[in-house]
């Protein structure tokens, strides 16, 4: 027999492959990128809610309940954030330079990235479905914890948005470098944020004599990999160079890329 943890991993393989197929049509279709994240934040907290109720037996324990709220509301803000974003216009510069960079093969190309992006993405759902199926009966305090680690990290990206977003608006701030706020400690703080989030639910999985909730610990691992390495820090850090230059290797020089810190004084 299949064990309900495989079956999981097969259901949510299936629906974030369809979605990211939906997230390329979308973009083909406007030809506008930021649409591909926004849909991935609403696919990966609807299959992650999906897959901490299921199955649907009749009753609904107090952990699963909570964890999909937990992931919904995570889901919604983002994805509300970014889809505002991209409904005023406003395309992703990380996919444009992508499709650029691809020239008439993009198409094909946008394709198999996204569905790759799919698939590189289920450890986040998986972790979602094993927090809120812990064995452990009740809410323990681990995860009031969880819920805590959420709340902090939904909040701390909507500020550290919200900021950007007020700095960008500033007739001032035309050409140079938000550092004000949250950026001013760390110079992607909303990918901090986005990154915390993930460990409210290996906080909550992690039980004795559940040793899959240890694979919980792969969503923060791959969400740091991701925002650190791959389509986050890097390819943005390009684009600000190419615009910014000098002023933007001086914020650098002084402030940590990803975790909050107390910027360098200038030498």
């Known amino acids: 027999m299949i064990p309900v943890q495989v079956q999981a991993i097969g259901g949510m393989a299936l629906a974030f492959c369809l979605l990211m197929g939906l997230a390329w049509v979308v973009q083909q279709r406007t030809g506008n990128s930021g649409w591909v994240d926004a849909i991935w934040s609403y696919a990966t907290g ?25 992931v ?105 470098v938000c550092d004000v706020g949250l950026w001013r400690w760390s110079r992607h703080p909303n990918y901090f944020f986005e990154w915390l989030g993930w460990l409210a639910y290996p906080v909550i999985a992690l039980e004795p004599g559940y040793p899959w909730g240890w694979a919980s610990l792969a969503a923060p691992v791959i969400m740091y990999w991701i925002l650190v390495h791959v389509t986050g820090i890097p390819p943005l850090e390009e684009q600000m160079l190419r615009s910014r230059g000098d002023l933007y290797r001086q914020y650098q020089a002084r402030t940590n890329a990803f975790f909050p810190w107390p910027p360098k004084q200038a030498l």
């Open 46 to 70: 609807l299959i992650g809610a999906a897959a901490a109720v299921w199955p649907l037996d009749g009753s609904l324990p107090a952990r699963r309940a909570l964890v999909a709220g937990l």
């Open 72 to 176: 919904l509301l995570w889901s919604l803000r983002l994805g509300t954030h970014i889809a505002a974003r991209s409904s005023a216009g406003i395309d992703d510069p990380r996919y444009a330079n992508y499709a650029r960079q691809w020239g008439a093969d993009a198409p094909r190309r946008m394709f198999f990235f996204l569905q790759s992006q799919a698939l590189v993405s289920l450890p986040l759902p998986f972790a979602v479905f094993l927090a809120g199926h812990a064995p452990a009966p009740g809410l323990r305090l681990q995860d009031y914890l969880g819920v805590v680690i959420i709340l902090v990290a939904v909040a701390g990206e909507a500020l550290a948005d919200r900021q950007l977003r007020r700095f960008k608006h500033d007739a001032s701030s035309k050409g140079k």
